[in-house]
């Protein structure tokens, strides 16, 4: 057998480098993909159990300000007061929003970088 010459080597290795470009290309497409898809059922799962948890909060939140309203006397205080609560936890979220923000990108860095 006689060695290769320096054209069919050049041959070879241009072939070798486009079978490696190709295959990195469906690799990354599949990486891309899985990315996606996890994202994609993330935000549904979120999507879901915030839909749950936002009209669990909103039951207890009726049944709050109606059974507060009771012992206060009136029905409108009871629903002042569970306003009020609201009020004081959305400036304690907006006081450590920057915390939150952290903790939000180290969750979705981890999950997009692994």
Do not use: C
């Amino acid at each position: 057998m006689e060695p290769a010459t320096p054209k069919e080597a050049l041959n070879n290795a241009v072939g070798e480098v486009q079978t490696y470009l190709d295959t990195t290309k469906d690799y990354l497409k599949l990486h891309v993909f899985k990315m996606a898809m996890h994202l994609v059922t993330s935000l549904g799962k979120i999507m879901l159990v915030g839909l749950f948890a936002l009209l669990a909060l909103l039951f207890l939140s009726y049944g709050a300000a109606l059974g507060l309203g009771a012992w206060m006397g009136s029905t409108s205080y009871g629903f002042f007061a569970v306003g009020a609560a609201y009020v004081l936890i959305f400036i304690l979220a907006y006081l450590l929003r920057n915390r939150i923000e952290g903790q939000l990108l180290r969750h979705f860095s981890h999950l997009y970088f692994d």
